[in-house]
């Protein structure tokens, strides 16, 4: 038996079939891995915001090192913000330990001077001032404070315990025992505050007599 032949008719539309799915596939092709990059729209990069992080040391014993973003720049009193916080157990008759938490609202790190920020700090007693820096010239800040941003730095002093009377005389009392409120702020800064009390000094406990009777021999 012969081979049947396929009408002409039949054939042609078979081959313009063939050749349509060839075209899609190729079409296809292009829109999947790209025709010509020149035709096709660039995105344009979104800019990032470029950030002081402070790094982070690997531990040692247990314990991380932060090595925090320093700078020279001036600090904006108005930018400022001290804390300040007095240890429990304080008495009177001697210096009152003090701590300065000092941070800032600045997006970069710069350093704090007392003096050209103009740093206040009074210390009252029943709304009273008992210290005043004004008198004293000296903010118990002797030395500028470097600051990172958003992060606060701890400086430990000490309030003499003196009143600083007219002109801040050594020779001024002791304060007395009672409960007090310390006050700081830099020109235009806000302002902190805590309260803390001083107690009298314990009295040294008496010593017991030695029994002299107990050295002696036995005769």
């Known amino acids: 038996m012969s081979p049947r032949r396929v009408p002409a008719e039949i054939y042609w539309r078979r081959r313009l079939l063939v050749l349509a799915v060839i075209i899609l596939l190729a079409w296809g092709g292009i829109q999947i891995f790209g025709g010509d990059k020149a035709d096709k729209p660039v995105a344009k990069a979104k800019?990032?915001?470029?950030?002081?992080?402070?790094?982070?040391?690997?531990p040692v014993n247990g314990k991380f090192t932060v090595n925090l973003a320093t700078g020279t720049a001036t600090c904006e009193p108005g930018k400022v913000l001290v804390s300040p916080a007095v240890k429990p157990g304080q008495f009177t008759g001697g210096e009152v330990d003090?701590?300065?938490?000092?941070?800032?609202?600045?997006?970069?790190?710069?350093?704090?001077?007392?003096?050209?920020?103009?740093?206040?700090?009074?210390?009252?007693?029943?709304?009273?001032?008992?210290?005043?820096?004004?008198?004293?010239?000296?903010?118990?800040?002797?030395?500028?404070?470097?600051?990172?941003?958003?992060?606060?730095?701890?400086?430990?002093?000490?309030?003499?315990?003196?009143?600083?009377g007219p002109k801040c005389s050594p020779k001024e009392g002791f304060a007395s025992p009672g409960t007090y409120v310390i006050k700081s702020a830099t020109l235009g800064g806000e302002i902190g505050q805590a309260t803390f009390h001083i107690a009298n000094k314990p009295k040294p406990k008496p010593t017991e007599p030695t029994d002299n009777k107990s050295d002696k021999k036995s005769g």
């Open 98 to 164: 003090v701590t300065m938490s000092v941070s800032t609202t600045q997006s970069e790190p710069c350093i704090l001077n007392a003096k050209t920020a103009k740093l206040l700090v009074v210390i009252s007693a029943n709304k009273a001032p008992v210290w005043d820096s004004d008198v004293c010239k000296t903010a118990l800040l002797t030395s500028p404070v470097a600051i990172s941003p958003k992060w606060a730095t701890v400086v430990e002093t000490t309030w003499s315990g003196r009143g600083s």
């Open 47 to 58: 800019p990032t915001a470029t950030t002081v992080a402070p790094t982070v040391a690997p």
